[in-house]
RNA sequence: GUGGGUAUAGCUCAGUUGGUUAGAGCGCUGGAUUGUGGUUCCAGAGGUCGAGGGUUCGAGACCCUUUACCCACCCCA
């Protein structure tokens, strides 16, 4: 019979098993940063109705998303956590306490054509935090803290958390006349780093329609960091011109003020006046991470704060701030770069029994002494060759084979080899065990995803 | 959606102006070594050259069609 040759769709990551025991202990990672915050776990249906999905409709998210029918039913995969969430927030809301603090982790669809770093599955680590009616801007400064955590714990040190404030860019705007453009204009400044001032000029002028001496002066504003100016600085010398811009104003200097008490170090974070993307229910202050090394693959992490989340589903009035973690993408990007670290324990388990007998009672009254005392352990009973055996352990990264045969057996003994060294050792199993643990616990202690700095 | 590139062994890739039986490294299987892996040595298996059509005495190579994948734009994690 002809077999049909399987294969992976583009945009879709499928991972060999250490890869994917090495995704899963970072995604680990996250779950237990996230809740030293506070914030508590949470999972919605990868499928959604159409209609709640599309609930804003148009532009972007109508052309990438996945629709399906079934029977009767218009439905949909979700192409982000944060519209689950606002739908989760309106249904649930009266049984949710506010502010409600959520981190959730799960795959997202977008039906866009894949690229260098650009999936169509993926995973995002999100974590966002409802209020009820108001919430307060000291969260706003949480937030970045929150990432350059994940990121450090991670093992990560060449990365950068941008800043900016929509609110800053809108007054801008306003104050500069632009009216009705203020869209265009942001989309196109958001280009500023890849296709640099002069065309970024140009496209102000012959797309947004703006004059050359507005685009120059927005354009100059907003690149003011790179030229070594303090943007606060530059910003505050337009004050009392236009509220929305005032009130931007000192967000943002609230925010960049509480995230150094925080303890993000101002080597890793930078306000950005260019920075204006992220998805357009941004209201205020927005984040943007890049990794310094690999910036052509584009955001790792972004964020901001939404006045509205729930606007579509509900009158309640939600304001919101969250940011989303591309795992997959940070995933390949660490290993596009080489950095994923081959000394982080991947082996499925602790130790490898062979049973060397055909009768497997004593070994599997070890396994189960050994599992009662936390070990991770394996059995081999297949009928193969020794060395096939312990070329499995081997493959396999596990740290440490048993061996039970009929000698062991007699005198009530475990041998023991320490497969990176080679040393074998014979005693009982108790004390095979405590060692064993001892062990274990050492060689999983302290060592990073990431591979450290040579 | 638009533009460009690639397709040869499980993986990464060679393959000369078209010419005998299509190669390498890694991986895999077996042996050296039946209670010792990772190193070394020896042997072996594995290919409708993406698919369909055409040109030719002869096509992995040239032409057409098609599919898939990759890269970039748009947009985005």
Redesign the pocket.
């Known amino acids: 019979m002809?077999k049909i040759s399987p294969?992976t769709?583009?945009?879709f990551m499928e991972l060999l098993p250490q890869r994917q025991a090495l995704f899963d202990k970072m995604a680990e990672i996250l779950r237990t940063s996230f809740s030293l915050y506070g914030f508590t776990p949470l999972d919605t249906p990868l499928i959604e109705s159409a209609e709640v999905l599309l609930a804003k409709g148009g532009g972007?998210t109508e052309k990438?998303i996945y629709r399906l029918k079934k029977g009767d039913s218009d439905l949909a995969l979700r192409f982000?956590l944060t519209v689950p969430l606002a739908k989760y927030v309106a249904l649930h809301g009266n049984e949710l306490t506010f502010p409600f603090r959520r981190y959730q982790i799960g795959k997202v669809y977008?039906g866009?054509?894949?690229?260098?770093?650009?999936?169509?599955e993926?995973y995002?680590a999100d974590i966002d935090i409802i209020g009820d009616g108001t919430l307060d801007i000291m969260n706003e400064a949480e937030i970045p803290s929150i990432i350059y955590r994940c990121f450090t714990t991670l093992g990560l040190q060449k990365f950068v958390i941008r800043v900016n404030n929509r609110k800053v860019l809108t007054g801008l705007f306003e104050l500069s006349g632009v009216g009705d453009k203020a869209g265009d204009v942001m989309?196109i400044i958001?280009?500023l780093e890849?296709?640099g001032k002069d065309k970024v000029l140009k496209l102000l002028e012959e797309d947004a329609g703006l004059g050359a001496d507005q685009a120059e002066q927005i354009v100059d504003i907003v690149t003011c960091q790179e030229r070594g100016d303090d943007p606060i600085e530059k910003l505050t010398a337009l004050k009392g011109r236009n509220e929305t811009f005032d009130l931007g104003l000192s967000e943002l200097s609230a925010v960049t003020k509480y995230m150094g008490d925080f303890g993000v170090p101002a080597s890793h974070y930078k306000i950005d006046l260019t920075i204006a993307?992220?998805?357009?229910y941004y209201t205020g202050t927005v984040y943007?991470?890049m990794m310094t090394d690999q910036p052509?693959v584009?955001?790792?992490?972004?964020?901001g704060r939404y006045d509205n989340l729930a606007g579509y589903y509900t009158d309640r009035k939600l304001p919101g701030v969250g940011i989303?973690?591309?795992l997959?993408?940070?995933f390949?990007v660490l290993e596009d770069g080489g950095y994923l670290n081959d000394e982080v324990c991947t082996a499925p388990a602790d130790v490898l029994i062979l049973p060397?007998t055909d009768d497997l009672r004593h070994a599997i009254a070890l396994a189960t002494a050994m599992r009662q005392e936390g070990l991770r352990v394996q059995m081999y009973a297949e009928n193969?060759?020794?060395?096939?055996r312990?070329?499995y352990?081997?493959?396999l990264k596990i740290p440490y084979?048993a061996?039970l045969?009929?000698?062991?057996i007699k005198d009530g003994f475990v041998?023991v080899?320490d497969?990176?060294?080679?040393e074998?050792t014979t005693a009982s199993a108790a004390m095979i065990i405590t060692a064993l643990k001892d062990n274990i616990r050492r060689l999983s202690e302290g060592v990073p995803i990431r591979e450290p700095k040579k």
């Open positions: 002809e294969r769709l583009s945009g972007e990438q982000d977008r866009e054509r894949a690229q260098r770093g650009r999936f169509r993926f995002q989309r958001d280009k890849k296709i993307r992220g998805l357009d943007e991470t052509e584009g955001s790792i992490c972004s964020g989303s973690i591309g997959t993408r940070l390949f060397m193969k060759k020794f060395k096939a312990l070329s352990a081997d493959k084979v061996f045969g009929e000698d062991e041998t080899k497969m990176a060294s080679g074998q």
